[in-house]
């Protein structure tokens, strides 16, 4: 490491809170990249986008663009040391380029209110379904019960915002106790007990007699089913998964002690959330097969096919509630971390305490939650599409769309990319070589490998698919008629 980097993380370390050791920043890190995107949101759009090879291409995503760009983020954070719009404004000054990177940590600012808001809703019905669960509602229950069970939550607005109310208040609680005193102690017992819970499932499943067809529609690509899409919710669910390209990571990397590998780091992380997607799939495709369910039935599937599974099951009552408390527990870890970059922010930018900006932030949160709670009821029939069509095919932004829909796409399928897009430039063409070596201080073989990845792969990837989802790509070909 370089003198320059030594002092620098030295003397911005003594004001800043740290992470008492590196296992517990892995496990911060991995609390606020395992948690809905993994257990909700990956096997319900994997269902939508016909399987196989929607995974291919998210998992192709992960390790191409997913770790480099993550060890960019933990690279900027820990250098910079503070919120992520100051750190990319500092960086910028030190290497000598505009302030206005300070834009980029705007963004991931604006992309974490707008995700906690409606993640918030949706940890909410994982909440709803503790009690449900307990009471042995789920036992002996045929499909049709479990979904109905849903729809009758679903379509109680009273309900989900008392929920969503609910998970908010514990989010704003914790974040509002500071790094040390609120996050690690969440995280340190409830991720491996989750893990547990997930091979019980597994085992589960592999009860069901269509294991084999699960698996085989998780992991046998059919690219007839993919369409360009696809292409790009699996590029933006990489990032939303690894909860990268907003800032969140940058954050929890501002407090890692300056001698741990973000390379190490980095893929323990991504690693343990693609494990942990993975294992979500092969739970619920056997059970959708087995019970003869639409795999494309959208975000309700885990709380249609779970239940059924524990409704089956011997003990089932008990391991149903413990599990969606786990679940309620990932979201938790996750969503204190959407959060952290706006807390961060605004606490220096108004000079309030940490307390005053976690209600101001909290109440705004909620109240665009609201568009969430409605679109699952109240205003579920106010959608809007989006499409160009050109003499080259027809490109679907967006169908039939919610509120919900929208905020999700705009955010994982836009924002999150872009900002990831900025930090690989910004890292890799834009930070001085010396720095990037130095916090990341891996041997130069390794080093010139991020580098092109950071330089090349993932911007080249990024822009190909943006352009693709825009219909760029398919008019160039036309035009050259490839
Ligand atoms: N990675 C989280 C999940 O998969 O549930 C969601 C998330 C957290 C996204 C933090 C973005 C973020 F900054």
């Not at 929208?406 to 690989?424: R, V, W």
Request: proline share 3%; with cysteine.
């Amino acid at each position: 490491m370089s003198d320059s980097a030594l002092t620098n993380n030295q003397s911005a370390s003594v004001a800043r809170e740290q992470w008492s050791s590196r296992l517990v920043f892995i496990l911060a890190a991995t609390g606020s990249a395992v948690g809905l995107g993994n257990i909700w949101k990956f096997p319900y759009i994997t269902g939508e986008n016909g399987g196989g090879a929607f995974v291919l291409i998210y998992l192709l995503c992960i390790a191409s663009i997913g770790i480099p760009i993550m060890m960019a983020e933990i690279m900027l954070g820990r250098r910079g040391r503070q919120d992520p719009v100051t750190t990319m404004k500092k960086l910028a000054k030190e290497s000598g380029h505009s302030r206005s990177w300070g834009l980029l940590g705007w963004m991931g600012v604006i992309a974490g209110f707008l995700i906690l808001s409606y993640y918030s809703v949706i940890a909410g019905w994982a909440m709803a379904y503790v009690p449900r669960m307990a009471s042995g509602m789920f036992s002996g229950l045929e499909a049709a019960g479990v979904n109905s069970v849903f729809s009758d939550l679903v379509s109680n607005p009273e309900s989900l915002i008392a929920w969503h109310t609910l998970f908010l208040i514990m989010t704003m609680v914790v974040v509002a106790r500071g790094v040390r005193g609120g996050l690690e102690k969440a995280v340190t017992y409830l991720m491996p007990l989750l893990f547990v819970l997930l091979i019980i499932l597994i085992v589960y499943a592999m009860g069901t007699g269509h294991f084999k067809e699960g698996f085989a529609y998780l992991f046998n690509p059919d690219f007839s089913k993919i369409t360009t899409e696809g292409i790009l919710s699996a590029m933006g669910h990489a990032f939303f998964t690894l909860s990268l390209g907003m800032g969140a990571i940058m954050v929890y990397g501002s407090y890692l002690p300056p001698d741990t590998s973000i390379a190490k780091v980095s893929i323990a992380v991504a690693f343990m959330d693609t494990l942990v997607a993975l294992m979500a799939g092969m739970i619920i495709f056997p059970i959708v097969f087995a019970n003869a369910l639409e795999p494309s039935s959208g975000p309700g599937l885990i709380f249609k096919t779970l239940p059924l599974a524990f409704g089956g099951m011997n003990y089932g009552t008990l391991f149903g509630t413990l599990f969606f408390i786990l679940l309620v527990f990932a979201a938790w870890t996750s969503s204190i971390s959407l959060i952290e970059p706006a807390i961060t922010w605004g606490m220096k930018t108004f000079q309030t305490s940490r307390i005053k900006t976690s209600v101001i932030s909290g109440l705004l949160v909620w109240f665009l939650g609201l568009f969430t709670v409605f679109s699952f009821n109240l205003t579920s029939d106010f959608t809007f599409s989006s499409t160009i069509s050109t003499k080259y095919g027809e490109f679907v932004i967006l169908k039939d769309a919610t509120a919900f829909d929208f905020l999700d796409y705009l955010t994982s399928n836009i924002m999150l990319p872009l900002g990831g897009l900025m930090i690989a430039v910004y890292a890799g063409w834009l930070m001085k070589k010396e720095y990037s070596l130095a916090e990341l201080n891996i041997n130069r073989i390794w080093f010139t490998i991020w580098l092109f990845l950071v330089r090349f792969v993932a911007p080249i990837m990024v822009i190909i698919v943006f352009l693709n989802a825009m219909g760029v790509v398919a008019f160039i070909r036309t035009i050259m008629g490839v």
